[in-house]
């Protein structure tokens, strides 16, 4: 039986004569990818054209660049805002290191910050098991807590800028936790058309698409637990997307201490990976479905961000994302899972 899972790729190429070769015709070739789920496109091309660039984390500390921080354990007690009796009692939620605070600017009715460290500026290779765990941990907590106070709001969600080429404001590291009646396009999407594929095949399309990945070995990298590790088929982000699949979890209240500890264990393997590929910034999202659905499991997706210099500080997003809405990427999703699976064995 063929797979109700379709990776169209419409390979293409352009012509021209190049200065670089005396003029002579020189192909180069480009890739159109649809996506499997949503059939939204992606474009592939311009291969290997960006190395992420170093940012110099010291200087995020320095008078004068750093300015005032709300994060800072210093300021927090007066600089933030407080939740409201019926959500925590003394007004923020600590866990280790994490501080939850509602958002001083909210994007939505619940729109919540949580601080992550104590530290103002923190690598990538200093997020330990436990800072990555208290703070996943506390803000799904708060997910929860909001889901049982206002189940009106269907959609919860995480999301999280780590340094200013991400658009993160605050280099201080923090994270976003929302509950929703409108989380998005991308997440909108999703749903709607893994249902629509659940009601057509009776099947659920990522529990499929897991298993054909695993099939093709093409992009899959690995599983911690009962969560799958892939390169995406179609990447938001210039340098590829790495995505985790919870398929046994679907809204926020089924999302255990054990589905945390696989996240944050492949986590740490990505951000090993990221280390040694020199990545220094990053988007995160991790989406958890409405309730009493089977067809749209928990999904986490982490894509690099980078300056295309550190020159003029170009950023890595341009016409094609933010006026065409379709993203571009510069590595193909195979070779990602290459570089990726060593640090998942
Ligand atoms: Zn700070």
Not at 57 to 71: M, V
Not at 127 to 140: E, T, V
């Amino acid at each position: 039986m063929s797979s109700k899972i379709d990776f169209q790729i419409i390979k293409s190429e352009s012509v021209f004569l190049d200065p670089r070769k005396s003029y002579e015709p020189t192909t180069m070739e480009f890739q159109v990818r649809v996506d499997p789920l949503t059939g939204r496109t992606g474009h592939f091309s311009h291969f290997g054209a960006v190395k992420p660039q170093k940012l110099d984390l010291e200087s995020y500390d320095q008078t004068g660049i750093k300015g005032f921080c709300p994060f800072c354990p210093k300021n927090r007690e007066k600089a933030t805002p407080k939740f409201t009796k019926d959500i925590f009692t003394a007004g923020r939620s600590s866990r280790g290191e994490a501080t939850i605070i509602p958002n001083l600017f909210p994007y939505d009715v619940h729109s919540s910050v949580l601080i992550m460290t104590d530290e103002h500026v923190v690598p990538i290779r200093n997020f330990s098991k436990q800072r990555l765990l208290d703070a996943f941990s506390l803000g799904i907590e708060f997910l929860k807590k909001i889901h049982t106070i206002d189940s009106s709001l269907p959609y919860h969600l995480m999301t999280w800028n780590y340094m200013p080429p991400s658009g993160g404001g605050i280099v201080h590291p923090h994270q976003q936790y929302f509950a929703t009646a409108y989380p998005g396009n991308q997440f909108m999407d999703e749903l709607r058309a893994s249902e629509k594929f659940h009601q057509q095949h009776d099947k659920m399309f990522w529990l499929e698409c897991i298993g054909e990945e695993q099939k093709r070995e093409e992009r899959y990298i690995g599983q911690i637990g009962n969560s799958h590790w892939l390169s995406s088929f179609v990447c938001f982000g210039f340098l590829g997307d790495l995505l985790c699949v919870f398929p046994d979890a679907f809204s926020i209240d089924d999302f255990t201490d054990t589905h945390i500890d696989n996240l944050v264990s492949g986590m740490l393997n990505i951000f090993r990976y990221y280390e040694s590929a020199g990545v220094y910034s990053f988007n995160v999202s991790l989406f958890f479905g409405p309730v009493e659905q089977n067809f749209f499991p928990c999904h986490f997706r982490i894509t690099p961000r980078t300056f295309l210099n550190i020159r003029d500080f170009a950023p890595d997003m341009n016409f094609f994302q933010t006026v065409l809405a379709e993203p571009i990427c510069l590595v193909l999703p195979e070779e990602l899972c290459r570089e990726v699976k060593p640090f998942f064995a």
